[in-house]
């Protein structure tokens, strides 16, 4: 399973806040199923960060375009050749 980062520009109208629930609802169900390991979104910039497991650029394409709020979106998929964070770390010790 290879990782990709979806890097979203939005566009806000006035019906963008009423897919917004069903949307996270779809995000949630994703994160999971484990297809996303992480998801940002910045209103200041209108941008959103998806890192997504998927076999190829097509398929986490695939899971973008089922999201409600679809049509509001510009993007760009990339592979990502190294992917950490604290999530992937073992926990400190904690000595008593």
Not at 20 to 46: F, G
Request: glycine content about 0%; proline content about 4%.
């Amino acid at each position: 399973m290879k990782k990709f980062q979806a890097i979203i520009k939005f566009t806000m109208d006035e019906h963008f806040m009423s897919f917004v629930p069903p949307h996270r609802t779809y995000i949630n169900y994703l994160i999971n199923k484990e297809i996303i390991d992480s998801y940002a979104v910045s209103m200041e910039t209108q941008t959103c960060w998806v890192t997504i497991n998927a076999e190829s650029k097509a398929a986490a394409d695939k899971y973008l375009s089922k999201s409600p709020l679809y049509k509001y979106w510009n993007y760009t998929i990339e592979e990502l050749f190294v992917y950490d964070s604290q999530q992937y770390r073992l926990p400190a010790l904690q000595l008593n």
